[in-house]
Every structure is written in structure tokens, then in C-alpha cells.
């Protein structure tokens, strides 16, 4: 089977041809239709790397159709549509005992490229739940990437006064309006702590939420800190800012700071509730979505993403 790798080098992105894997008693092997890439680890944890990233990790979101089963699966069959948490490769496997979500039955009315924003919906309904958020709250929501425009639909339903996104991309400010944010805040020639504070009377925000990650995450944190209101919170979403992050005791204190997931629902049982949202429209991947390559193009699908990230979102690899 063909697989994508990194070897040593920046943005080396190759294809290797190895063997496809075996699957023990409990778990199913699935033949790939469509994986997604995240440009927040898949570049900054994955591509920018000078050293050789395991083929384990390159890539985690993937759909298909299963192909083989284990002796004892009786709850999947051959045929069966399902979403995997697995690298970028021709076949993927998954286990059933997976208390995490990492292997779920798509419904017929969910398409392969959709089912592919399941495993961030997931993460995204657990760190909105995580939140504290409540109705009638004024969100701030810094970043609108994949997992950014994740929190923004997510986050509606939770009946919020208004969502304001904060992100520097043309395209990515487009999308978010068009999915449903009551103001969108331009980073580049805006200064975004000032226009929230003007937008709430000088109060603050209740709640903001910090997806930017990468080089640029170590401001966005620092931002975070002068939008929230006193008694507000901060979530920490993003990751891989490549340098410590500042917590300032004069502008953290009396607010709230949430990193992570923190709810106990088995992500098995959030993943399901995702998969509702995204059934049922909640959830829009179509929007999302701006490229698609065949997978022989993966080089290129990568570079795209690293090189013109005001050009893209949603990237997805076709395997079939």
C-alpha cells in the first residue's frame, strides 16, 4: 500500500509503498476513501520538522470502507462506511475496543469527505463542553482554521449572545461570516483587543478561545489575556507555538484558564454527538472544504498549505 511519509529535510513529504498491515481478532481493516489534513499539527509538528516524523503520525483523519474484519468484530462489517483515526495511507487500521472515538460507523447521509472533520468535531464538541460556556455569553474566538470554524459552529448552539472571530486570512473571515459569526475582526488592520473591548462597553469578553497556534499563537495568548473580562476565561486550544507562552499574573488574575479536554464523557460517546452535528448540519465541512488533490499530489497539497495559507482550509487527499 502506498503511505505518506517525512523523512529528514523540511517539507520533505514523500509516498512509500509498504506492506498493508495485519489486524488482530478485534480490529477491522479499512480501505481508504479520503483523509484531511490539519494544517496546525500536520505542519508545525510534522512538516517544519528537520528530523524524520514517524509515519504513525503523519496524518489522523481518515474515511473508508471496511475491507477485513477481525475473528471476533461483530459490531462492523465488510462493506461498512466508517471514519478511522489514522495516518494518510491507502489502508488504515482500526480497533474496536478504541474507548476514544478513533473508530466510528458513518451513517449513509454523511459522505466520506464530510466524515473526515469527525475526529476535530469530536475534540471541538469535548473542548466546547470543557468551556464553562454559557447562554448569553460574549465568545471571542481567536484563529479561524479548521478547528477554529470547528468551535465557532459548535459554539452556536450553545445559545451565545454573539461570537466575534478574530483571524488575519481574507479567505478564512469569509468563511467564518459565512458560518455564522455576528462580528468578524480583521488581525491585520484591526486592532482586535480594542475592537472587542469597544464592541462590550470596556468589559471584556466571557469567554475566549485561543486557536491560533504556530509562530503566531504566542501574540494571539497574549491577546487572549486583555480581551477576557474579570471572572471571564481563557481556552487554550492551540498548540505547537514553538516557544513558551506568557501567562502574566496582573491580567490572569481573577479569570479562569482552560487548557485541554476536561470533561469525563468517553470521547467514544462525544464522537456520536458529533457525528449528529455534522448529520444534521450543525456542522457545515462542505464550507470548510477548499482543495482537494489525489493523494499522488500529497507533496503538493502540503506545500500549498504551508506556503499560501490565506489560499486554503480544508485539505483533503483522494484515495479512490
Keep these: 500500500m502506498i503511505r505518506v511519509i517525512k523523512p529528514e529535510g523540511l517539507g520533505n513529504i514523500q509516498l512509500e509503498d509498504v506492506p498493508v498491515p495485519p489486524v488482530n481478532s478485534r480490529q477491522v481493516l479499512v480501505r481508504t476513501e479520503v483523509t484531511l489534513i490539519s494544517r496546525g499539527s500536520e505542519l508545525f509538528r510534522r512538516y517544519i520538522q528537520e528530523a524524520a516524523v514517524s509515519p504513525s503520525?503523519?496524518?489522523?483523519?481518515?474515511?473508508?470502507?471496511?475491507?477485513?474484519i477481525g475473528d471476533d468484530v461483530t459490531e462492523y462489517q465488510v462493506g461498512q462506511r466508517v471514519m478511522v483515526a489514522a495516518p494518510h495511507a491507502e489502508y488504515a487500521v482500526g480497533d474496536v475496543n478504541s474507548p476514544t472515538g478513533h473508530l466510528v460507523a458513518l451513517p449513509d447521509d454523511v459522505s466520506f469527505e464530510h466524515g473526515t472533520f469527525l475526529l476535530l468535531a469530536t475534540e471541538a464538541t469535548a473542548?466546547?463542553?470543557?468551556?464553562?460556556?454559557?447562554?448569553?455569553?460574549t465568545i471571542v474566538i481567536l484563529g479561524q482554521g479548521v478547528v477554529g470554524t470547528l468551535m465557532l459552529q459548535i459554539l452556536r448552539g450553545y445559545s451565545p449572545e454573539r461570537i466575534i472571530t478574530v483571524d488575519p486570512l481574507r479567505l478564512r473571515r469569509q468563511i467564518s461570516e459565512d458560518l455564522g459569526a455576528d462580528v468578524v475582526i480583521d488581525?491585520?488592520?484591526?486592532n482586535p483587543i480594542e475592537v472587542v473591548r469597544d464592541l462590550t462597553d470596556g468589559r471584556g469578553a466571557d469567554l475566549v478561545v485561543d486557536?491560533?497556534?504556530?509562530?503566531?499563537g504566542v501574540k494571539s495568548f497574549e491577546q487572549a489575556q486583555d480581551m477576557v473580562r474579570r471572572g471571564g476565561t481563557i481556552q487554550l486550544i492551540a498548540l505547537?507555538?514553538?516557544?513558551?507562552l506568557q501567562l502574566h499574573?496582573?491580567?490572569?488574575?481573577?479569570?479562569?484558564?482552560?487548557?485541554?479536554?476536561?470533561?469525563?464523557?468517553?470521547?467514544?460517546?462525544?464522537?456520536?454527538r458529533a457525528l449528529e452535528s455534522i448529520r444534521t448540519g450543525q456542522i457545515k465541512p462542505r464550507r470548510m472544504i477548499t482543495h482537494r488533490f489525489p493523494y499522488t499530489y500529497a507533496?503538493?497539497?502540503?506545500?500549498?498549505?504551508?506556503?499560501?495559507p490565506g489560499a486554503a482550509l480544508g485539505v483533503l487527499l483522494i484515495w479512490k
Design 299 to 308: 507533496k503538493q497539497a502540503f506545500d500549498l498549505l504551508w506556503n499560501s
Design 127 to 137: 473542548w466546547a463542553a470543557s468551556s464553562g460556556v454559557q447562554s448569553g455569553d
Design 187 to 190: 488581525a491585520t488592520n484591526e
Design 57 to 68: 503520525i503523519m496524518g489522523y483523519s481518515l474515511t473508508g470502507t471496511v475491507e477485513k
Design 249 to 272: 499574573a496582573s491580567k490572569i488574575m481573577h479569570k479562569r484558564l482552560v487548557a485541554g479536554i476536561l470533561i469525563e464523557e468517553p470521547l467514544s460517546q462525544v464522537a456520536l
Design 240 to 244: 505547537y507555538q514553538q516557544a513558551p
Design 211 to 216: 486557536c491560533v497556534g504556530g509562530y503566531a
